[in-house]
């Protein structure tokens, strides 16, 4: 586990800095949201294509240099060797699981399972792109930016964290749709002052919706893969995790090439009112009598507790590894 968490950070290091610095960087020299929108969208296609060749080349290189080849970043190169060593041995066995290549019956299946994780995960991703992509732009001044970017991380890595121990006893459903309407009301609060940030109260009020779709942010990574795998079963899991990558980095890119379309066209203020109520109604789907449950097996026939330390390090490594 250190060197998972050693490898994680400094992948995560880069990984931040890019989506927040790039876009600043291109309204800087003159582009307007569309463009940075633009650049973070380009930047998750390309992990989203990484990731569809992902099965594939786990298949043919194995874990250590699927890890090396990876964000190639020279000081976590040493630590992929003692995770890659790890992981290879519970990776003998070929994957057998329905829909394993991507494609074909099984794997439509698949995704008709995993689709209410799925459609909680993208649109909670979708805020964080724009989150990431547009906050430095949103709160002007460097300090403001760097503030409200910390906010939203921090409290993001503290309910990703804590998120384990409560789908640990009382497993991931009951908390995703609370989680949800907590982060459009951050949504909200963000769009309500997102054209407005030059006093106090506006400042005030964009990092306290921060915070609260930080919350959302951070749980809802590791719930949506734990239910994705109580969902699925353990024969999938591999394809769940390529399934679960591809879902995050899709809706990172969507939602800051959206924002960014909607910010050009309107103002930040209607942006973020438009992910707040996708999120809203994602949210009010999952709250919906019996739809949360909709194909999980028994509680009594799933490895809670082994499911959440899976959730929390396949989406580490996965996250790092794209």
Not at 30 to 51: P, R
Not at 98 to 116: N, Q, Y
Not at 226 to 252: C, K, M, Y
Not at 263 to 290: E, H, I, R
């Amino acid at each position: 586990m250190p060197w998972l968490l050693g490898s994680a950070m400094l992948w995560f290091a880069g990984f931040a800095l890019l989506v927040s610095v790039a876009p600043l960087w291109v309204i800087r020299g003159g582009s307007d949201d569309l463009g940075a929108g633009l650049v973070t969208g380009v930047m998750m296609a390309c992990t989203v294509l990484a990731q569809l060749s992902m099965h594939h080349v786990l298949a043919g290189l194995g874990w250590r240099w699927t890890l090396v080849l990876g964000v190639v970043p020279a000081l976590a190169i040493p630590l992929a060797w003692p995770i890659a060593r790890a992981v290879d041995e519970r990776e003998r066995a070929p994957d057998t699981a329905p829909g394993a290549a991507g494609s074909g019956p099984g794997a439509a299946a698949l995704w008709r399972v995993l689709a209410g994780p799925i459609a909680a995960l993208v649109v909670i991703t979708a805020s964080g792109g724009a989150i990431l992509t547009f906050t430095p732009h949103v709160l002007l001044s460097p300090a403001l930016g760097f503030a409200g970017l910390l906010a939203f991380t921090g409290t993001a890595a503290i309910s990703r964290w804590a998120a384990g121990g409560l789908a640990d006893r009382c497993g991931a459903t009951a908390a995703i749709a609370p989680l949800l309407f907590t982060g459009a009301l951050g949504l909200a609060a963000i769009g309500l002052r997102a054209d407005s940030t030059h006093d106090s109260a506006g400042h005030v009020l964009v990092v306290a919706g921060l915070l609260l779709v930080g919350v959302a942010y951070g749980g809802l990574q590791n719930l949506t893969l734990t239910q994705a795998f109580a969902a699925a079963g353990e024969p999938a899991r591999d394809s769940v995790s390529i399934a679960w990558n591809l879902s995050f980095d899709a809706g990172t890119g969507l939602g800051a090439f959206v924002v960014g379309a909607i910010a050009t066209a309107t103002s930040y203020s209607v942006a973020f009112g438009v992910l707040a109520l996708a999120t809203v109604l994602t949210g009010g789907a999952w709250a919906w009598p019996g739809l949360a449950r909709r194909g999980l097996p028994g509680r009594e026939s799933v490895p809670q507790c082994d499911l959440v330390r899976q959730a929390t390090a396949m989406s580490v490594i996965a996250l790092g590894a794209a």
